[in-house]
Nanobody, 125 residues
Framework: QVQLVESGGGLVQAGGSLRLSCAAS????????MGWFRQAPGKEREFVAA????????NYADFVKGRFTVSRDSAKRTVYLQMNSLEPGDTAVYYC??????????????????WGQGTQVIVSS
């Protein structure tokens, strides 16, 4: 299985931007559908975005459409989440997920076989 390490989180003011990175090692990166999830204190983990193996297809949760962009760089074995127009409600720990077994880009990726440790994003008002 692939191992995942997220980075890029931090404290940002409302309206600002952050780019999260998720570096993969130890597996065939091209075989994995990649997803981003987030979890705020006291809330369940929720789907944010996902990208297909080729990078040609993406899917987003309704609450991030138009603000976030997911992408992947196979040469760097890294998936990114560019987050613009951040809102206080985006405050959460953001997790990267990877799965070889599925092809759908959906919240069902919550059952992914590999997860990173998470990176904290705090958006101040």
């Amino acid at each position: 299985q692939v191992q995942l390490v997220e980075s890029g989180g931090g404290l940002v003011q409302a309206g600002g931007s952050l780019r999260l990175s998720c570096a993969a090692s130890g597996g065939a990166f091209r075989l994995y559908v990649m997803g981003w999830f987030r979890q705020a204190p006291g809330k369940e983990r929720e789907f944010v975005a996902a990208i297909s193996r080729s990078g040609g297809s993406v899917n987003y949760a309704d609450f991030v459409k138009g603000r976030f962009t997911v992408s992947r760089d196979s040469a760097k074995r890294t998936v990114y989440l560019q987050m613009n127009s951040l809102e206080p409600g985006d405050t959460a720990v953001y997790y990267c997920a990877a799965d070889r077994r599925v092809s759908d880009l959906s919240p069902r990726l919550v059952s992914s076989e590999s997860w990173g440790q998470g990176t904290q994003v705090i958006v101040s008002s």
